[in-house]
């Protein structure tokens, strides 16, 4: 069983920044593929970006160039850094982890943090 812990939500002005991290408990979090999610009210959930295992990381175009994903597998712990924050960033922010193992495809989900952009 694998549990990730959101922090890093708030309110913030447009233009801001914040950096959210997620905390996986458990041995697969370096051998995993870590997502970031986010849903508006109203909206569907949506992917932000993702990160590899081996550190490669793609990103909603959208959002490309404002999000940066990063990890540091000694901590267990995947980062998203948000700069030049907008109004319609406001959402849920969830953590997403998925890792296959040689009897089972894993895939867990934090309980998300939520992210305010407004002034």
């Known amino acids: 069983q694998v549990q990730l812990v959101e922090s890093g939500g708030g309110l913030v002005q447009p233009g801001g920044s914040l950096r959210l991290s997620c905390a996986a408990s458990?041995?697969?979090?370096?051998?995993?593929?870590m997502g970031w999610y986010r849903q508006a009210p109203g909206k569907q959930r949506e992917l932000v970006g993702r990160?590899?295992?081996?550190?490669?990381?793609n990103y909603a175009t959208s959002l490309k160039g404002r999000f940066t994903i990063s990890r540091d597998n000694a901590k267990n712990t995947v980062y998203l850094q948000m700069n030049s924050l907008k109004p319609e960033d406001t959402a849920v922010y969830y953590c997403?982890?998925?890792?296959?193992?040689?009897?089972?495809?894993?895939?867990?989900w934090g309980q998300g943090t939520q992210v305010t952009v407004s002034s």
């Open positions: 997403n982890l998925r890792a296959a193992t040689i009897i089972d495809e894993l895939d867990y």
């Open positions: 458990g041995s697969i979090f370096s051998r995993a593929t």
């Open positions: 990160i590899t295992s081996g550190g490669r990381t």
